[in-house]
């Protein structure tokens, strides 16, 4: 009996405690899915809500695809751009290093091209003077820069319009062929000195730079004195210069200016009187006087000592025919040039060109003499006041151009020009009163 009783309580356990073990896995399940369910729904709540398809614009605003859009207008770009063919004839900035002295150039209107020269040769002595360049057929006066007879004749520059007057002062006078123009790769300055006749000096200064490899201007002045070895022959110079050169990138348009001031002046003595010349020719001999007695110095023998008058030695004793007479060449001047050449892709512009181009030139000079007191030298005076002569001329050039030259035709040229000018008196009482 007891056994039966033992063993009914023993299954009866048995059946309680596997209930109790299938409780309590059904509360860990049900623990279980509510964690994965809270979860799942707040991932669920945190997304945005979007649509299925994404919108354009957020496709635009996509950061890599903005850069891949700017990556593919560039290439379109770079198949666009054609490659430009560089003109061989373009400036080229040479280094400090490799610049020679072929590097600085002077270029003139009539297309002449040369380098500075500082050598010291025997040539530069035929340049050392008041023109710098050699006195071939010309004959100076007395004074440097008094003026200049010329021996030749030039039969080639021929004007059609008449020149000015007192040509034999012009010989120091800067006209338009002989103002430079320059490119340098480094400032260049020029300095002349000569001394000049008795109390004088000659000082030529010339300044000039290249701002870009395409523009040029130089600054010059010129200052001049001469006494000279005769009376009333005094000489005196003031011309100032001002050039300048631009050229464009490739070299087709080229522009030219300058500006000139200048006044040359002189005494005018009008030669020796008669009695100076026979002095002059002769030189006669004067008798020695001791300065402190008074007295005739004689040699040892007892014979009178003689010098040499030296009418070369001391000219200003001599007499002249005219005092206090003057006469002044002033002038001023502003000139333009431009030109465009239409070939010049070519390498040997120089020699095959095709240009077009237009000269622009506007000049005024006066003359003037003028005397203190009449002199009946010359002729008889018709008034009794000092003279004061006074000529004037002025000039208005424009010159249009097309040019062409090939080293088999040769040059031609058709010019297209325009002059105004007027030649004219003025304070000549002589003239008014007749």
């Known amino acids: 009996m007891i056994r039966v009783l033992f063993l009914v309580f023993f299954i009866k356990s048995l059946n309680l405690f596997s209930f109790e073990i299938n409780k309590s896995n059904d509360k ?16 669920i709540d945190s997304l945005p809500k979007t649509d299925t398809l994404p919108k354009l614009l957020d496709i ?47 270029f003139y209107l009539n297309e002449n091209e040369k ?10 002595d035929y340049l050392f003077n008041f023109l710098r360049e050699d006195y071939f057929e010309l004959l100076p006066l007395p004074n440097m820069g008094e003026g200049f007879n010329k021996l030749g004749y030039n039969f080639h520059d021929k004007k059609i319009t ?3 007057g007192a040509r034999v002062k012009h010989f120091g006078y800067f006209e338009v062929d002989d103002i430079p123009y320059f490119n340098m790769p480094s400032p260049f300055t020029e300095l002349f000195f000569k001394s000049s006749f008795d109390q004088g000096h000659h000082l030529d200064a010339l300044v000039t730079l290249n701002t870009s490899p395409r523009f040029n201007f130089s600054i010059a002045y010129r200052g001049f004195r001469s006494l000279g070895s005769y009376s009333y022959s005094k000489s005196a110079a003031s011309q100032f210069r001002f050039s300048s050169q631009y050229d464009s990138y490739d070299k087709n348009y080229r522009l030219r200016f300058h500006h000139t001031s200048q006044k040359l002046e002189n005494k005018v003595n009008g030669g020796l009187t008669n009695d100076s010349v026979y002095f002059f020719e002769n030189s006669p001999n004067f008798a020695i006087v001791n300065p402190q007695t008074g007295e005739v110095e004689v040699d040892e023998n007892g014979e009178t000592l003689y010098e040499n008058y030296g009418g070369f030695m001391d000219r200003t004793r001599l007499q002249t025919q005219l005092q206090n007479t003057d006469n002044i060449l002033s002038g001023k001047r502003y000139f333009v040039e431009q030109i465009y050449f239409l070939n010049n892709k070519i390498e040997n512009v120089s020699e095959n060109f095709i240009k077009i181009g237009h000269k622009f030139n506007y000049e ?3 003359y003037k003499f003028f005397q203190v007191r009449n002199d009946e030298y010359f002729s008889d005076s018709y008034i009794d006041e000092d003279i004061s002569d006074r000529s004037n001329f002025k000039t208005l050039e ?12 040769g040059r031609f040229k058709l010019n297209l020009k325009h002059i105004s000018w007027n030649y004219f008196f003025e304070n000549d009482e002589y003239l008014e009163n007749n």
């Open 398 to 409: 424009n010159n249009i151009f097309l040019e062409y030259q090939n080293p088999f035709i």
């Open 28 to 43: 860990l399940n049900i623990k279980k899915n509510y964690k994965y369910s809270n979860y799942s729904k707040r991932k």
């Open 364 to 366: 005024t000079k006066f």
């Open 60 to 106: 635009e605003k996509d950061s890599l695809y903005l850069v891949e859009k700017k990556a593919l207008k560039k290439k379109k770009k770079k198949k666009k751009k054609k490659k430009k063919k560089l003109n061989p004839l373009l400036f080229k900035i040479k280094p400090i290093d490799s610049v020679t002295i072929y590097d600085f150039k002077i």
């Open 162 to 164: 008449p020149d000015f």
């Open 115 to 124: 380098s500075v020269d500082t050598s010291l040769t025997i040539f530069k």
